[in-house]
């Protein structure tokens, strides 16, 4: 059975960091994508980055040049290093283990953390 387990979330001032980290088991992650989803109140869950197996990485727009996505495969882990947070970033973020067949931002396919709550406020 695979299971993602997310930390690193909770509250920040604008223009602070947060890194955000997914431990995987029970699957291969080494020869999977792991990638990172957001949720705000009342939205639709929103493709945030993803990382291949092989190190490849596609961002949203939104978060270009301030997110970074990475991953530790001795470690089943997959970060999410989040600096110059605004306001609109307020969202529970979900880790995501896919193929990296269907490393498409549209898909929600694959396995889901339970999610961890960033909230960016003065």
């Known amino acids: 059975q695979v299971q993602l387990v997310e930390s690193g979330g909770g509250l920040v001032q604008p223009g602070g960091s947060l890194r955000l980290s997914c431990a995987a088991s029970g699957t291969i992650f080494s020869r999977s994508a792991g990638g990172w989803y957001r949720q705000a109140p009342g939205k639709e869950r929103d493709f945030v980055a993803f990382i291949s197996s092989g190190g490849s990485t596609i961002y949203a727009d939104s978060v270009k040049g301030r997110f970074t996505i990475s991953r530790d495969n001795a470690k089943n882990t997959v970060y999410l290093q989040m600096n110059s947070l605004k306001a609109e970033d307020t969202a529970v973020y979900y880790c995501?283990?896919?193929?990296?067949?269907?490393?498409?931002?549209?898909?929600?396919?694959?396995?889901w953390g339970q999610g961890t709550q960033v909230t960016v406020s003065s």
């Open positions: 995501n283990v896919r193929s990296d067949v269907v490393m498409k931002a549209h898909m929600l396919t694959g396995y």
